[in-house]
């Protein structure tokens, strides 16, 4: 049987344990003391990020968690991980809400609960293939910044005393509007530090991820489908555990401003190509590569007709490899740029970006009427948004090339 946790601990982050675990144990007592017997509310708290949050913090045995999160199933399956998982601690007060943080309702709960001592917001549109055309443009912005500054003018009501919301490495030098829209929200919540503390992360790809390619692998090989890969796309990679340790580290120990990353070392980054490489070995096949996404799916549909067992079997898969050619693709991933001013030394295993150029208020006030001025007019186009995006980001480096991610396997 294929275990998933296994094959990333042994072919993608190739970590037999949590590179987190030691900074972990050094501030054991800090964590214990901010966490145990506090109210915590996790925003988005059903993916794959914040669920893994979720179980990190719980073993620091909090008073109460209330999660928030559009994905009823993926609450659903939350609640029955949570309490099925052996020695982990869950408060009696556990309750999911399936609603959208900009709802009335969740406005009506956080002032019924008078606030939380640690709110932590996950909810955002985190992937490249967000960016299609203008309507998928304005709903990645409007979840990533406009509904997150409602967010932050809502807890000024009762200021908690820790505030997280996860960034990406992709908000360093931005090539894509997603990544862009990170560092949006970083220059928002980080204007906010005058009310409450905020603290964020950047961080690399979370391996096997609800909705990333090589999820969509477990996918097409219980459907027997064809698998595909970008060959010229480097990434770093963490697993689902030290996604939500990471967050948990940044949000308890971070000071006001602070952006988290992990240390990874340059000759750390894979290609999927490379892993998917791995994933259909240890699945017991050898890869079939095919040149085009017809001749995969043909020997695809091939294969299902040879198996009658119910079983893939030992054969040979079919993978299609390619050059990406879509908007948005960065070819590398860093997690600082020149100008910001690093810490290396206070975690063992994670770095920390203690300053950098940020906008104040006034500015993003500006910025988010311009853009919400932009989406009021029924005919706005994309490249009206990514100048605007811009103005606000020198640094911005958008290359259109007319194809999306939604137009591959």
């Not at 506090?38 to 719980?58: D, Q, T």
């Not at 109460?64 to 609640?79: F, I, K, M, T």
């Not at 990645?140 to 967010?151: F, V, Y």
Request: glycine share 6%; charged share 30%.
């Amino acid at each position: 049987m294929f275990n998933l946790d296994q094959f990333i601990a042994d072919y993608v982050t190739k970590r037999p344990a949590s590179m987190f675990v030691s900074d972990i144990e050094t501030n054991k007592e800090v964590l214990l003391k901010e966490i145990k017997g506090k109210k915590i509310c996790v925003i988005g708290g059903a993916g794959s990020i914040g669920s893994s949050f979720i179980k990190a913090v719980l073993r620091f045995e909090p008073k109460s968690v209330v999660v928030v999160d559009l994905n009823e199933n993926g609450l659903a399956e939350l609640v029955r991980d949570v309490r099925s998982t052996y020695g982990l601690y869950v408060p009696d007060e556990f309750r999911c809400y399936t609603l959208n943080f900009a709802d009335p309702i969740f406005e009506h709960i956080f002032k019924e609960e008078k606030g939380f001592d640690i709110v932590a917001n996950f909810s955002a549109h985190k992937h490249v293939r967000s960016e299609k055309d203008r309507y998928s443009v304005q709903a990645l912005i409007e979840n990533n910044d406009i509904k997150a500054k409602r967010l932050m003018d809502l807890l000024k009501v009762y200021p908690p005393r820790h505030f997280f919301c996860v960034s990406t490495d992709k908000a360093a030098n931005p090539v894509n509007i997603m990544g862009a829209s990170k560092r949006i929200m970083e220059d928002l919540v980080m204007a906010y530090n005058q009310y409450f503390k905020v603290t964020t992360a950047r961080f690399a790809n979370v391996a096997f991820s609800n909705g990333s390619l090589p999820d969509g692998w477990l996918h097409r090989l219980q459907k027997r489908q064809p698998l595909a890969a970008p060959s010229d796309v480097k990434r770093y990679f963490v697993s689902p555990e030290e996604s939500g340790q990471i967050c948990m580290l940044a949000c308890i120990l971070g000071k006001k401003g602070e952006v988290f990353f992990p240390k990874l070392r340059e000759d750390q980054m894979l290609t999927f190509s490379a892993i998917c490489d791995d994933f259909i070995s240890v699945n017991g096949m050898d890869k079939d590569l095919c040149l085009t996404d017809e001749e995969a799916k043909a020997k695809a549909a091939n294969l299902n007709q040879n198996s009658s067992d119910g079983e893939v079997g030992l054969q040979k898969y079919p993978a299609v490899y390619f050059n990406s050619d879509t908007t948005g693709e960065k070819a590398y991933e860093e997690f600082y740029v020149p100008g910001e001013k690093i810490d290396m030394q206070r975690f063992q295993t994670l770095g920390v970006i203690e300053q950098t150029t940020r906008h104040d208020m006034q500015e993003v006030d500006s910025f988010f009427s311009k853009l919400e001025a932009i989406f009021m007019n029924p005919d706005f186009t994309k490249e009206q948004v990514v100048d605007a995006i811009r103005e606000f980001i020198p640094t911005f480096e958008h290359e259109e090339k007319g194809k999306n991610l939604d137009q591959k396997m």
